[in-house]
């Protein structure tokens, strides 16, 4: 291959009409092909009408990225090689016929084709190959231009042709001269966000008879209005003022900083680096993550989800093409971010359950195949960031969490206290300015930043239907509503989740940072805590987690309230965690491996052995739960009379109660896990 050295657009203009000239004396059956000035008229070119303006970029645009594609040696074996396959790569569908029309005009060709994908969308790659093959054991020039050449064009023509040019979309160097040819005027600058156009956009900003500068801001107009597809992204915040998202928000600030270093010139394109499967429950802010991100890279996020893909029939042939659809969209797009809802609803091979693997295997492989290559080969169409979003990271395949494909899974935590401080500034956007939000983040924490900003709305809201300028006392009721449950309900969730709190602190499981009766959703309290150093990696630190799980069932018991539904989501973990020491992780006598942590609990409905030993040792743990609780009842009855009170019993209150009762403190730990 010739080097890869690119020239300037208009030179090589220039030199493909030398060569042009001379192939017209060498080569058998050609007439005469067109000077430069020609070139760039349309002369020559069959489909084009002689009558439109000479210096329009209908005629200039594709053949100016065509010759900005190649190198010298390139643009010369083009021009004057015997015998020679060219394939040309479109950057989208919409350059295809464009640039055939080019390729003909820059050259003498025996048979140039468009493997048109947007014309035919279900062409087949092997469509007329046997006339290819032919031409080309014939000797003849041929010219095949595809977008997605592997999948539109015969693989025996891609894997032997003589030269591949990939035509990118155009950067500044290819739309200056088309802009000057079109106006008369040079550009002074044009921003990087106009490279993820397309085709039809450049030909409806770059008008004939106009100015540079208008060119330029039309193609600014454009470039933004393509850049926010999702929506409403005018009004998120910069990923630099983004709070509370932790390692996510690292993430997305790398994402940020990778693409701004790629727009100026300074490091190549992370292809493949910064895929990412974000986790979290409903309303942590995933979409508002990725409307932050479009907003500061300047580039497209397309969307698609599981549910899309079966809108309409469910057979495999329509769901697998409505798949593609949606991924070769993003690939028109490119540069752009394509975030993937609904991640686990494909299903894992974990579960070593294959009654419907001849169905889900397909889309899971199609899917695997587009990551592995972002679906194309193309160095610009490949510019794509995949962004898969999901609330069970546990059921995504292995599969699509390897290096180079989604690469792991980013968790997105609630945000604590000065997190949600945090994101209420950022939604009141200048109202209650100076004032200290400490004390409506101390009652909401546990709510999440959907919860946050609703309430910044409910309340600005009230205050306009009031005719008066917005309170912090506004936002503290819309936080912790007024109680409207009953006195003994109160008191019953007041004392499970002092129960909570009391086995964590007097069993050693850690340092209990925050405990509330606040209702949030499905959730009527919550505890906060800082597990032990050995939480959660060794059978000491399972079972202090455990009992402080079971403390708050363990509560309402020995103060004579009884047994509830309350401790549903608590029994659920609890579950999990001591089936995962039976069947995951080796802490009950046997290695065998016969599941992840997360489905350990799912091996309890195939094994009654199992299921026995688990119910054993919750019991044993359970009755630890209860004798720390009565040991410690003036305790936990002093936590829940301050809940009742307060509602809220913040790291600082419960440590000065505990050491009333005759508790040290306990130093914090790492983690922050939540009791319900």
């Not at 300028?469 to 002092?498: F, G, K, Y």
């Not at 209990?512 to 959660?536: C, H, L």
Request: charged letters at 25%.
């Amino acid at each position: 291959m010739s080097s890869t050295k690119k020239y300037a657009p208009r030179k090589g203009l220039d030199h493909l009409t030398r060569a042009s000239r001379k192939a017209a004396v060498e080569h058998e059956d050609t007439g005469d092909l067109p000077t430069a000035e020609e070139f760039l008229e349309g002369e020559g070119e069959p489909d084009e009408a002689a009558s439109v303006t000479v210096a329009s970029p209908v005629h200039t645009l594709a053949k100016t990225a065509l010759a900005a594609a190649m190198s010298r040696a390139q643009a010369r074996r083009f021009a004057t090689a015997r015998g020679l396959s060219v394939l040309i790569e479109a950057p989208t569908p919409a350059w295809v016929q464009p640039l055939r029309r080019a390729v003909s005009a820059m050259g003498s060709w025996d048979h140039c084709e468009a493997r048109d994908a947007a014309a035919k969308p279900k062409m087949r790659a092997d469509e007329g190959e046997a006339a290819l093959v032919e031409l080309l054991a014939a000797g003849r020039r041929v010219a095949v231009v595809s977008w997605l050449p592997e999948r539109y064009a015969p693989r025996s023509y891609v894997d032997a042709c003589d030269m591949r040019v990939v035509v990118g979309h155009p950067t500044a160097a290819v739309l200056r001269p088309v802009i000057h040819a079109a106006t008369g005027t040079r550009p002074r600058r044009l921003p990087a966000s106009v490279q993820g156009l397309d085709h039809p956009d450049f030909l409806a900003a770059i008008r004939t008879g106009g100015t540079a500068a208008s060119a330029v801001g039309r193609l600014k107009a454009t470039a933004k209005a393509r850049a926010f597809v999702t929506g409403g992204a005018d009004d998120a915040p910069p990923v630099e003022d983004l709070v509370g998202y932790g390692e996510a928000g690292e993430w997305a600030r790398r994402v940020v900083a990778s693409v701004r270093a790629w727009r100026a010139g300074d490091g190549p394109w992370p292809a493949g680096t910064l895929n990412a499967c974000l986790a979290s429950a409903p309303g942590l802010g995933k979409t508002t993550l990725m409307r932050s991100l479009a907003r500061s890279c300047e580039i497209p996020v397309v969307t698609t989800s599981v549910a899309s893909w079966f809108a309409g029939s469910g057979f495999l042939d329509d769901v697998i093409r409505r798949m593609q659809d949606d991924l070769l969209r993003a690939s028109s797009a490119a540069p752009c971010i394509l975030a993937f809802d609904e991640a686990d609803a494909l299903p894992t091979r974990a579960g070593g359950d294959d009654r419907h693997a001849s169905y889900w295997m397909p889309i899971l492989g199609a899917l695997l195949a587009f990551l592995d290559g972002l679906g194309l080969h193309g160095s610009d169409a490949s510019r794509i960031i995949v962004v898969a979003a999901t609330n069970a990271p546990h059921r995504i395949d292995a599969a699509l969490l390897r290096a180079g494909r989604l690469g792991g899974v980013i968790r997105i935590d609630p945000p604590d206290a000065a997190a949600l401080a945090g994101i209420l500034r950022q939604h009141l956007r200048g109202d209650l300015a100076g004032a200290d939000l400490d004390g409506v983040a101390a009652v909401g924490v546990g709510a999440t930043g959907a919860e946050a900003r609703s309430w910044v709305e409910s309340a600005r809201h009230a205050a306009r239907l009031d005719g008066r300028a917005m309170t912090v006392e506004d936002l503290i009721r819309r936080a912790a509503p007024a109680e409207d449950r009953s006195e003994a309900a109160t008191w019953r969730r007041a004392v499970h989740e002092a129960g909570h709190g009391v086995c964590v602190h007097a069993g050693g499981g850690g340092t209990v940072k925050r405990i509330s009766i606040v209702a949030s959703g499905d959730t009527g309290g919550m505890t906060v805590s800082m597990p032990g150093e050995d939480a959660m990696v060794t059978p000491a630190g399972i079972e202090t987690h455990v009992v402080g799980l079971l403390g708050g069932r363990a509560a309402e018991e020995a103060l004579g309230l009884g047994v509830s539904s309350g401790s549903h989501g608590d029994l659920g973990e609890a579950t999990t965690l001591v089936a995962a020491r039976h069947v995951a992780l080796g802490m009950a006598g046997t290695l065998v491996r016969r599941s992840s942590i997360e489905r350990a609990a799912d091996v309890l409905e195939r094994d009654p052995r199992v299921r026995a030993a688990v119910e054993e040792e919750l019991q044993r743990l359970y009755a630890v739960a209860l004798v720390l609780v009565r040991r410690h009842r003036p305790l936990v009855e002093a936590v829940a009379r301050l809940l009742v009170e307060r509602r809220v019993v913040d790291e600082q209150a419960f440590l000065r109660l505990a050491d009333l009762h005759g508790h040290a403190a306990i130093a914090p730990r790492q983690g922050v896990p939540r009791h319900g």
